[in-house]
């Protein structure tokens, strides 16, 4: 069964250094999405793609923050420098098509980022 | 804005019915899901309901939608320990389908 997949799946790193995320979607799915998911609460969405372009960044914080997806396959999350707050799960989902909310979001394993 | 909420825990005893509720502000959602997060792991969808329906079953789950309340319910049957996890609903509203989620119900299912 085809699965999104996302590494490392766990992080540590002190604060004000760089740290990136990597995501690949299931195949063929054209919509990516990032999520940061706090300790004790529910997903929040930071930035979403279609295909290679950005739809929705608008709770990315883009000073520390970016992410890419140059051929509109695979995804980029970088934090530069990372702040203690930012420890969380950071999720990545893949849906099949854009505009339709009644397409599923899939979710990868996620990646758990410790700030010391 | 939108807002979702739900109750945070829930303890049931093994082969009882699990209800996990939710409530939700933005009245032109279309679409509203449950997600199950087992520690550690991502989200998982159990299922969806769109919202000109008001029930919806599948196998153990059946999901129960009042749209004049705004509120959603989850009903699990004959609750395994392996049910034992983290449920999120979530919405998403016309035209987009950008998920806004809740806090999450922690089920603790004990023998």
């Known amino acids: 069964e085809a699965e999104v997949a996302q590494s490392p799946r766990y992080k540590i790193t002190e604060k004000s250094q760089a740290v990136a995320f990597w995501c690949d979607p299931i195949?063929?799915?054209?919509?990516l999405y990032w999520y940061r998911q706090i300790l004790g609460q529910g997903p929040e969405l930071l930035v979403q793609f279609q295909d290679e372009s950005v739809v929705d960044d608008s709770q990315l914080p883009k000073d520390r923050f970016s992410a890419e997806r140059l051929k509109g396959v695979d995804s980029t999350l970088k934090i530069q420098p990372a702040e203690l707050g930012d420890s969380a799960m950071y999720l990545c989902a893949s849906s099949l098509d854009m505009g339709d909310s009644q397409e599923t979001q899939y979710f990868g394993p996620g990646t758990r980022l410790l700030v010391l | 804005g939108e807002d979702v909420e739900q109750s945070l825990f829930l303890s049931v005893r093994e082969g009882d019915s699990s209800v996990i509720n939710c409530t939700y502000t933005?009245?032109?959602?279309?679409?509203l899901y449950w997600y199950k997060q087992e520690p550690g792991a991502g989200l998982q969808l159990l299922t969806y309901i769109f919202s000109n329906m008001d029930m919806k079953q599948d196998q153990r789950l059946t999901v129960l939608l009042n749209k004049k309340d705004k509120h959603l319910s989850l009903r699990i049957a004959d609750t395994q320990t392996g049910d034992s996890a983290i449920y999120f609903c979530?919405?998403?509203?016309?035209?987009?389908?950008?998920?806004?989620f809740g806090t999450g119900t922690r089920l603790q299912v004990f023998p």
């Open positions: 195949s063929g799915h054209a919509t």
């Open positions: 979530a919405e998403t509203g016309l035209r987009t389908d950008k998920l806004i």
């Open positions: 933005d009245s032109s959602s279309t679409y």
